[in-house]
């Protein structure tokens, strides 16, 4: 019999009108990357939680066992100290701390009374290699890249010697190269003895990389799958995990949009006056009406700055020339209620920070951005709001007892579903989605572009920001490619490539030219 | 729903006081406080003497807790609005001793106090001054300015009796009932019926969008205790001189702010941008427009107050309203505002302002002095705090 680490028998765990979890059973071998996969709302992040005492013990019902022993842990502190580290789906590092506080905060290295910086900084600076991270410990990581972040959470679990290392959607928030990085880490450190679980919706990289994939559906465990001795495929996954086949992962559509122009920007620049550094070089684009137009490339490559900056919002930096034009006509927004009137949206990429009002319920959140269209005089329509919102819960199938649920207590995903049809209900004439389909479980995905292919057959138009280059392709009528802050290239989709769009992406020479 | 069939009407009466204690509290004090001081004082503070006084002595309190509550929900707070208060109710003071009517210095006041509150909100965030610097500076302005407007004369004495009539009169006995103040009679059993009516028709809202409802037993046993109270009071209130004008100017502003903040966009927005700036930013949320507005509509409470408190004593003083801002403060903290912002209710924050009234009415009667009444105050206010952030940590878990 092969060598069980860890075993979670029987876990139930509920939550006030939510059964999350009925009678998982979970069983993790030494030194193997045992993949978790399921829809949103199917109960991963629970799990986890629960292993990692962050549901405490007496909160659920069950049995953990690790190494053979059932184990009750009563906080975090407790699943550490029995080298168990997780890694959650946000990040929990201190930005405006250094790399190499970061790391040893909570189990600082001491001399005597006090915290011993030196040998820190050399610890750190070894587990940083380990990580393959080449920065100085002493940079703050609020400077750091989210690939770099993660490395650096990494990097933490490591400095507490964990033998079993969660990551809750470790790669949701990465570019393919960071991706590929982050997960070529994970092997060696397998290779190395440890044993990893992981959550994540990119099945493709599950395939890749899983020793065993476990598929959790409503909160139950449907089914174990072993590919070390037979290849898995995305399809099984995905059959196990929606309980039917999905044919096409991107629905196809007629590609006609009009000719005519719906939004054009011309030479847009703009620069960090603190620093003087350009954050958009020359920016030069067109979305005509009824069009999906993909805007590629790295993390970093100022496609968020650019979407802001048109949207009405530019904390931190100026616009130095540029012109906008909306249907024919020049605009320039100094805040969003002005681009939101004018019929512009912007989806967020950080649904927590900048999406979701996370303390309000469903129907708060989806109708925030269009109250005007509820009112009756100076009343909100409450009839129609809640049958709006529910509605898109519907739509959206956003997982929850009720459209009445506080968005905190929504998982990952369904909080995107949330985020997504709040502009949805706003009915724009330009969306500007920000990664939209970070966090969201394939089956969720095919409905969210089968939304996208309707708006645009409808006559809205979108630019979908995407770190996914695969989204990309399959949904974008044109595709623009950033690097730098500038546009390095322009792209029919029908004959685009991966490889195409990597090489705008990473061609830099161009984009100094250009600014 | 579903759990609370299972476990039956005790279960789902226990579960409705775990679940949601931090908004019952403020009754549970302000209870608590009428049983104290009434054994304490022999009964002296349940007179129907004693319950008017409170109630037009909380009226000043209650109309700076409504405008408190919006600024506490932006996550800003206002530590100007006593002086302010004490400043503008001394201009009133001042202007009616010139002669000026009335109907003229109301508006008057409202509008200086609007201008004061919107130019601290212009110095908040188009200056990006923090609230908590610019409302203290303020604070310290108009104390100064305080002094200036009573230097000349010391207390200014207010000789107008339609003024003095606010916080102290009554509605007029157009008809009695054998004993008893007639009109306040009509009024307490017209306000029962429109809260059985309002909640009802919420409860049937609620019933047809398929939320949760406390069931059928729990809702009408908190509906009768509610018309229970109301009636009582009224009666009480009859039997004396009946309902006081104040009474009428708190029902007033608690239920146009309790309006805009459930029922318009305004509101909406408000609470958005308490509960996350930079989301509420991105969802079109003017929030600059929004903080200029809630200062604005605070400074306009801010004159209110310090109307009803002059015309209360029916004098200025130079130092009229030092500490209001904490009693307005502590009533929002104590009617379940958060104190990290974007949650709270103007009508709760009312009842907190009852509960910090009863607390200075009661230590009156018992003959404590004003020094201890600080310390006391101090600490309940602390107290008030600890509980709202322990409350919400455990429920976030
Ligand atoms: N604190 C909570 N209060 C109430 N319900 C909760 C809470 N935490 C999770 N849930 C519910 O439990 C269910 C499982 O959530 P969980 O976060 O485990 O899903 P997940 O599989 O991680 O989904 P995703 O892929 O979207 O992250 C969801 O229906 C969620 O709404
Ligand atoms: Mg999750």
Redesign the interface.
Request: hydrophobic residues 50%; positive net charge.
């Given at each position: 019999m092969a060598d069980i680490i860890l075993e979670m028998r029987g876990i139930s765990k509920s939550f006030?009108?939510v059964k999350a979890l009925d009678r998982v059973n979970f069983r993790v071998k030494r030194g193997e990357i045992h993949c978790l996969v399921g829809e949103n709302g199917a109960g991963k992040t629970t799990l986890m939680k629960v292993l990692s005492g962050v549901h405490p013990y007496g909160t659920y019902e069950g049995d953990i066992v690790l190494n053979g022993e059932v184990q009750r842990f009563h906080g975090i502190r407790d699943s550490e100290g029995a080298s168990i580290a997780i890694i959650s789906q946000e990040l929990a590092l201190i930005p405006d701390l250094t790399i190499y506080e970061n790391i040893f905060f909570g189990h600082e290295l001491m001399k005597g009374r006090l915290v011993d910086w030196h040998r820190t900084i050399l610890e750190s600076e070894k587990i940083l290699k380990k990580v393959r991270l080449d920065v100085n410990p002493t940079t703050k990581v609020g400077a750091l890249r989210v690939g770099a972040q993660q490395l650096v959470e990494i990097a933490k679990t490591l400095s507490k010697n964990a033998k079993i290392i969660i990551l809750d959607e470790p790669t949701s928030s990465l570019n393919e190269e960071d991706s590929d990085n982050l997960l070529r880490l994970l092997r060696e450190l397998r290779d190395d003895g440890a044993t990893i679980i992981m959550i994540s919706h990119r099945l493709r990289e599950v395939v890749k990389i899983a020793d065993t994939v476990t598929v959790l559906r409503d909160g139950t465990t449907v089914c174990s799958l072993d590919a070390s001795e037979k290849k898995i495929t995305e399809r099984e996954i995905i059959r196990h995990m929606v309980g039917r086949e999905i044919e096409n992962i991107y629905p196809k559509r007629e590609r006609r949009p009009s000719d005519a122009v719906l939004f054009e920007v011309r030479n847009f620049s703009a620069r960090n006056p603190s620093t003087g550094r350009s954050v958009l070089k020359n920016v030069s684009l067109n979305v005509r009406r009824g069009e999906i137009v993909g805007l590629a490339g790295l993390m970093g490559a100022g496609r968020t700055e650019l979407a802001l900056a048109l949207?009405g919002?530019t904390p931190g930096y100026r616009i130095a020339s540029g012109e906008v034009f909306l249907e024919g006509a020049p605009v320039r927004f100094s805040?969003?209620?002005e681009?939101?009137?004018a019929g512009v949206a912007?989806a967020?990429e950080d649904r927590k920070?900048?999406?979701?009002?996370?303390?309000?319920d469903i129907c708060?959140n989806i109708?925030?951005?269009n109250?005007?269209s509820l009112?009756k005089g100076?009343?909100?329509d409450?009839?129609e709001e809640?049958v709006q919102a529910n509605r898109y819960k519907e739509d959206l199938r956003i997982k929850a007892p009720?459209i009445?649920q506080t968005v905190?207590n929504l998982s990952g995903g369904n909080q995107q579903k949330t985020s997504l049809a709040?502009w949805l209900f706003?009915r724009p004439k330009l969306l500007i989605l920000d990664e939209p389909t970070r966090g969201i479980d394939v089956g969720a995905k095919y409905e969210i572009y089968t939304i996208m292919n309707e708006l645009v057959k409808s006559g809205m138009s979108i630019i979908m920001i995407s770190s996914e280059l695969m989204e990309i392709l399959g949904m974008s009528d044109r595709i623009y490619v950033m690097s730098e802050g500038a546009i390095t290239g322009e792209l029919d989709a029908r004959d685009a490539t991966e490889e195409g769009i990597m090489e705008f992406a990473t061609n830099t020479k161009e984009a100094v030219a250009n600014g | 729903m579903d759990d609370n069939r299972a476990r039956g009407l005790p279960g789902e009466v226990w579960a409705l006081l775990k679940g949601n204690i931090r908004n019952y509290a403020m009754y549970l004090a302000l209870m608590a406080l009428f049983i104290l001081f009434t054994i304490l004082t022999d009964g002296a503070f349940i007179t129907a003497r004693n319950l008017t006084n409170l109630i037009n002595q909380t009226g000043y309190v209650a109309v700076m807790a409504c405008g408190m509550t919006l600024v506490l929900i932006i996550q800003q707070i206002d530590l100007s609005i006593g002086y302010v208060a004490g400043f503008l109710g001394a201009c009133a003071a001042t202007l009616l001793s010139r002669g000026v009517a009335v109907p003229l210095v109301l508006p008057l006041i409202l509008l200086a106090g609007i201008a004061i509150g919107s130019l601290e909100g212009l110095i908040i965030g188009k200056v990006g001054v923090p609230a908590f610097v610019t409302t203290l500076a303020c604070q310290f302005i108009f104390r100064g300015m305080l002094s200036l407007v009573t230097e000349s004369t010391g207390t200014i004495l207010v000789k107008s009796d339609a003024f003095n009539q606010i916080s102290n009169g009554f509605l007029p006995p157009v008809f009695r009932m054998g004993p008893m103040h007639g009109l306040s009679l009509v009024v307490g059993a017209l306000s029962i019926a429109l809260i059985v009516w309002s909640r009802l028709r919420a409860r049937r809202d609620l019933k047809k969008y398929r939320f949760r409802t406390t069931s059928a037993p729990v809702f009408w046993a908190t509906l009768l205790l509610f018309a229970a109270v109301i009636g009582v009071l009224s009666y009480v209130l009859a039997n004396y001189r009946g309902v006081s004008w104040t009474i009428v100017v708190v029902v007033l502003v608690a239920f146009v702010y309790d309006f805009m903040m459930r029922r318009t966009r305004l509101g909406r927005h408000i609470y958005g941008m308490g509960g996350n700036r930079e989301a509420a930013l991105l969802s079109g949320v003017d929030t600059q427009k929004i903080l200029l507005f809630v200062f604005a509509s605070m400074g306009m409470l801010a004159g209110l107050g310090g109307v009803l408190f002059t015309s209360r004593l029916q004098s200025a003083t130079p130092t009229s309203g030092s500490g209001f801002e904490l009693d307005a403060i502590a009533s929002c903290y104590i009617g379940g505002v958060s104190t990290s912002g974007g949650i709270g209710k103007v009508t709760n924050s009312i009842i907190g302002s009852f509960v910090i009234m009863s607390l200075t009415n009661g230590l009156n009667l018992m003959g404590v002095g004003i020094t201890y009444q600080y310390v006391i105050k101090g600490i309940i206010f602390i107290l008030a705090v600890a509980f709202d952030v322990r409350s919400r940590a455990k429920k976030a878990i």
């Open positions: 006030p009108g949207f919002n805040k969003p209620s681009a939101i009137a912007y967020s920070k900048n999406g979701l009002i996370l303390i309000q708060f109708t925030l951005a109250l005007r009112l100076i009343v909100i409450r009839n809640v009720s009445q905190l709040k706003a | -």
